[in-house]
């Protein structure tokens, strides 16, 4: 039994830790794709294709 209960906090532990990785991703990674969209629209702008 305290095994099992073992298993499933390293599981909540992996979970958090797995959740904190995925938010600091999101909160880099936004802004980047934010800035390459801003910069697509300025090279359309610049070179009509």
Do not use: Y
């Not at 390293?10 to 999101?26: A, C, G, M, P, T």
């Amino acid at each position: 039994m305290e095994k099992v209960e073992l298993a499933r906090a390293d599981e909540v532990r992996v979970k958090e830790i797995i959740n904190k990785v995925s938010n600091i991703f999101l909160f880099m990674f936004f802004p980047f794709l934010k800035f390459v969209m801003i910069f697509k629209v300025f090279l359309a702008i610049e070179i009509p294709f």
